[in-house]
């Protein structure tokens, strides 16, 4: 947390995440990527307690840069996943996974787990094994069900709410969306 908050990062305001829920906090991955230090550094130490795996996969946009960096730290394959017109996740640009290959899947944060579990889905349908998942940050405080073990550099506990059930929506706060993709 200390690199995000040196790196303006870590924000404070009202925010829609990209799973919809509202939240005060805000965890701008892209800041802190953006230094290539820190992204070797934060891929390496995501990669330490992986299990075995011939192949790292990550969502488009956000898991893109971390995603690489584990995959360097292992010295194996990677490869993302991105949305299609519909919003369907899918791999693209002649990706290929071979069936019975192990995969992990890494992605920078989680809120709910729903773009990772989109990627497992896809790399199971295709008859991957996938091993674990991993992010940056966990903003679930561990509670995101991935079906998977689960690693992440920091686990958080944060407060997200319904739209219908948010406190800054009802002071009025404007709310904005800085992720990469509209919410949902």
Known sequence: MQMFRETGAYLKGHFRLTSGLHSDEYLQCALVLQHPAIAEQ???ELAAPLPASSLIVAPALGGLIIGHEVARALGVRFIFTER????????????????GETAVVIEDVVTTG???REVIEVLRSMGANVAA????????????DLGVPRFALAIL????????????????????KPGSRPAA
Do not use: H, N, Y
């Open 42 to 44: 934060m891929g390496r």
């Open 84 to 99: 299609d017109p519909a919003g369907k996740m899918v791999l693209r640009r002649g990706f290929s996974v071979r069936p």
């Open 114 to 116: 729903g773009s990772t």
């Open 133 to 144: 998942a991993g992010s940056i940050i966990d903003r679930s405080g561990g509670r995101a």
């Open 157 to 176: 506990q944060t407060k997200a709410w319904d739209p219908q059930d948010c406190p800054l929506c009802r002071e009025g706060i404007p709310v904005e």
